[in-house]
């Protein structure tokens, strides 16, 4: 009896022992659990919540500006990519022949210029030297017939002499007939060179002819130049459009998803693929009207 007495004894301090344990532990978690409690409804009332929320990001979609088969898609979704990387091709058989049929027009243009140039060149050369020839001749003519009629006019001054003197019988007939010949043939002289320089006068029509034919070659060749011109832009646009059959990225992004694949046929603005910014991702929230207004 007396040992379990003593044993009783010994248990009692024990139990006193936990049941302090056990009291300060649960202290401490009430304190705890009011320390947690005091922030959650801290938060709660400075902060608004919901669980309908969503993390979003602005997709681009990519589209092709020509139409044509998709020949090649060089990414896979959720990949990385960087602006102006080369996304996908659409097929440019078609425009690439487009572009040679472009340049050979462009080639044959050119040439036809080149010959419409020469063309223009020769006439001005031929323009130029009518002119001088004109002009020489008229200068000849006028020469001539002006030294005729200077002639003319000292053997009519020495006819109206020797006729004075014949009527005086101080020349004989013989000498007056000599002179009264030398003015008909100067009279003659005259007549024909007079003639002669108005025909050369006459010659400043070719001379109108020339700068009609070099009037005609360079409207010939503005023309051609004008297709030239024409032709180049059009093998600017052939060569744009061929371009367009490689499609880049617009942005710094990833691959969202694609849409079609190698062989699809794709209209322009329809999108092949579509990429977001990684870097731009934002939260959309519904959130009740109370709560709203703590949202800043």
Same mark, same amino acid.
């Given at each position: 009896?007396?040992?379990?007495?003593?044993?009783?004894?010994?248990?009692?301090?024990?139990?006193?022992?936990?049941?302090?344990?056990?009291?300060?532990?649960?202290?401490?978690?009430?304190?705890?659990?009011?320390?947690?409690?005091?922030?959650?409804?801290?938060?709660?009332?400075?902060?608004?919540?919901?669980?309908?929320a969503f993390?979003?990001?602005?997709?681009?979609?990519?589209?092709?500006?020509?139409?044509?088969?998709?020949?090649?898609?060089?990414?896979?979704?959720?990949?990385?990519?960087?602006?102006?990387?080369?996304?996908?091709?659409?097929?440019?058989?078609?425009?690439?022949?487009?572009?040679?049929?472009?340049?050979?027009?462009?080639?044959?243009?050119?040439?036809?210029?080149?010959?419409?140039?020469?063309?223009?060149?020769? @006439?001005? $050369?031929?323009?130029?030297?009518?002119? *001088?020839?004109?002009i020489q =001749?008229?200068?000849? +003519?006028? %020469? !001539?017939? #002006?030294?005729?009629?200077?002639?003319?006019?000292?053997?009519?001054?020495?006819?109206?002499?020797?006729?004075?003197?014949?009527?005086?019988?101080?020349?004989?007939?013989?000498?007056?007939?000599?002179?009264?010949? @030398?003015? $008909?043939?100067?009279?003659?002289?005259? *007549?024909?060179?007079?003639? =002669?320089?108005?025909? +050369?006068? %006459? !010659?400043? #029509?070719?001379?109108?002819?020339?700068?009609?034919?070099?009037?005609?070659?360079l409207k010939?060749?503005?023309?051609?130049?004008?297709?030239?011109?024409?032709?180049?832009?059009?093998?600017?646009?052939?060569?744009?459009?061929?371009?367009?059959?490689?499609?880049?990225?617009?942005?710094?992004?990833?691959?969202?998803?694609?849409?079609?694949?190698?062989? #699809?046929?794709?209209?322009?603005?329809?999108?092949?693929?579509?990429?977001?910014?990684?870097?731009?991702?934002?939260?959309?929230?519904?959130?009740?009207?109370?709560?709203?207004?703590?949202?800043?």
């Amino acid at each position: 009896m007396e040992e379990r007495g003593e044993q009783k004894q010994e248990e009692q301090p024990k139990r006193n022992t936990w049941r302090k344990v056990i009291l300060a532990l649960g202290v401490v978690g009430l304190i705890a659990a009011l320390i947690k409690g005091g922030f959650w409804f801290h938060y709660r009332f400075t902060h608004a919540t919901t669980d309908d929320a969503f993390v979003e990001a602005d997709l681009v979609n990519v589209s092709p500006l020509v139409p044509g088969h998709i020949a090649q898609i060089l990414v896979d979704e959720a990949q990385q990519v960087k602006k102006g990387q080369l996304l996908f091709t659409i097929d440019d058989r078609d425009y690439r022949a487009k572009l040679r049929v472009a340049q050979a027009a462009l080639k044959e243009a050119q040439s036809l210029a080149q010959a419409r140039e020469a063309t223009w060149r020769k @006439a001005q $050369k031929a323009l130029i030297l009518t002119r *001088k020839e004109v002009i020489q =001749a008229i200068a000849l +003519a006028k %020469a !001539q017939m #002006d030294a005729a009629r200077a002639k003319l006019q000292q053997v009519e001054r020495d006819y109206q002499r020797y006729k004075a003197l014949y009527k005086r019988r101080v020349v004989g007939k013989q000498k007056f007939e000599t002179i009264e010949t @030398a003015l $008909k043939e100067a009279r003659e002289a005259f *007549k024909a060179h007079r003639a =002669a320089y108005r025909q +050369a006068l %006459a !010659q400043k #029509d070719k001379i109108a002819l020339a700068q009609a034919r070099v009037k005609e070659a360079l409207k010939a060749l503005e023309a051609a130049g004008a297709t030239v011109e024409k032709a180049q832009k059009t093998v600017e646009a052939a060569r744009i459009t061929l371009e367009h059959t490689k499609v880049k990225s617009p942005i710094n992004g990833v691959v969202a998803k694609k849409f079609l694949h190698p062989g #699809d046929f794709v209209a322009p603005g329809y999108p092949v693929l579509s990429v977001y910014n990684k870097e731009e991702i934002y939260v959309t929230a519904n959130l009740e009207e109370t709560k709203a207004r703590k949202v800043k």
